[in-house]
């Protein structure tokens, strides 16, 4: 009797387990799977990312150039024999402050001159062997800057081989060079951006036609035509989510590591020349953010297509069902 008793109790059980048993998804997600359209969405997020992170560092090495310019000045004294070079760099430190607008003034010395020829000469070589010009570095308040002119014919005056350099011409240059590459990146990042998205358009319809008979069933039984698209949609919203974060965090993983490999390296005169030019390759936040704004963009068009084609599969459905040579054909 007890046995008999125990034996109901578990019935009883297992019949309230089964009827409160969260229901099975509408969409089998196993319909869904479509690792072609993952595979896409993921290759397509990594090359605009990709291309939006380097647009941003261009900028940024742009912005740090024009920053530089404005910053400071170079007075250059060649050496002549007999010239005592030491003494000829005070004095002209000395000059230079004596000019309103200046801030302070840094002598380059012997072994930071000899690092920045290293790329071209080697290293070990002896400074005093060669007739290398000697620097000094002049911050100056960009806002009220000095005279220029003033300055050049007082350092032509009274210091022999004495030169400055406000670096206005060959930096201009390069300024102008870098944004016209911003602005053929951000072309190239618009080409990426229209090509994903008609990738992403043409994959996921490509996804939703291998679904075509669960809408159709769907459909038939009364499900409304919105109710129906939302079931896709969020499926698929998570799909295009899925792939733009892998894509996306593969661009920021590429940036990130070749940050440090840079850092890592950066005690070589060559990288030395190379980061003064270029800059480093860490994007800063405006570049991570960029890269997480590509992968809700991603997701949402994926979500996007995917509630288009659902409603349009349903409108022809209503088409073929009213038309009855169609329904005929069909």
């Known amino acids: 009797m007890i046995d008999k008793a125990k034996k109901s109790v578990a019935k009883v059980k297992k019949v309230a387990k089964q009827q409160f048993k969260a229901p099975a998804p509408i969409v089998p997600p196993a319909n869904l799977s479509s690792k072609a359209l993952i595979v896409v969405v993921i290759i397509m ?23 530089q310019i404005s910053e400071e000045i170079t007075i250059q004294i060649k050496p002549e024999e007999g010239r005592d070079m030491e003494r000829a760099l005070i004095d002209a430190k000395n000059l230079a402050l004596e000019f309103s607008g200046t801030l302070s003034a840094e002598i380059v010395d ?11 000469l ?52 390069l300024v102008s060079m870098a944004q016209n590459t911003v602005f053929i990146g951000v072309g190239l990042l618009s080409l990426v951006l229209v090509a994903t ?27 409304e035509s919105s109710f129906v698209a939302n079931e896709f949609q969020k499926h698929f919203l998570l799909t295009g989510f899925y792939g733009g974060a892998i894509g996306g965090g593969l661009a920021a993983l590429v940036f990130f590591v070749t940050d440090i490999w840079q850092g890592a390296s950066m005690a070589t005169a060559l990288n030395d020349q190379a980061s ?49 040579a169609r329904s005929d054909l069909a």
């Not at 012997?110 to 071209?120: G, Y």
């Not at 390759?281 to 288009?308: C, E, K, N």
């Open 122 to 173: 080697g290293e070990g070589f002896d400074m005093d062997e060669l007739p290398v010009p000697r620097l000094l570095i002049i911050t100056i308040d960009k806002d009220n800057p000095p005279d220029f002119a003033s300055m050049r014919q007082t350092l032509a005056e009274t210091i022999p081989n004495a030169y400055l350099d406000d670096h206005r011409t060959w930096a201009g240059r």
């Open 197 to 223: 998205t008609l990738t992403v358009v043409f994959a996921t319809r490509g996804a939703m036609s291998v679904n075509h008979e669960i809408i159709e069933v769907l459909h038939f039984v009364g499900a």
């Open 110 to 120: 012997k072994t930071d001159t000899a690092r920045l020829l290293e790329p071209w």
């Open 276 to 324: 003064a030019l270029f800059g480093s390759f860490s994007m800063g936040a405006a570049g991570y953010f960029g890269i997480a704004i590509i992968i809700v963009t991603v997701a949402i068009l994926t979500a996007l297509t995917t509630r288009i084609t659902v409603i349009k599969t349903i409108r022809e459905i209503d088409i073929v069902r009213s038309d009855p």
């Open 45 to 67: 997020s990594f090359l605009a990312c990709l291309t939006l992170g380097f647009v941003t560092l261009i900028q940024e090495t742009s912005k740090t150039w024009q920053n």
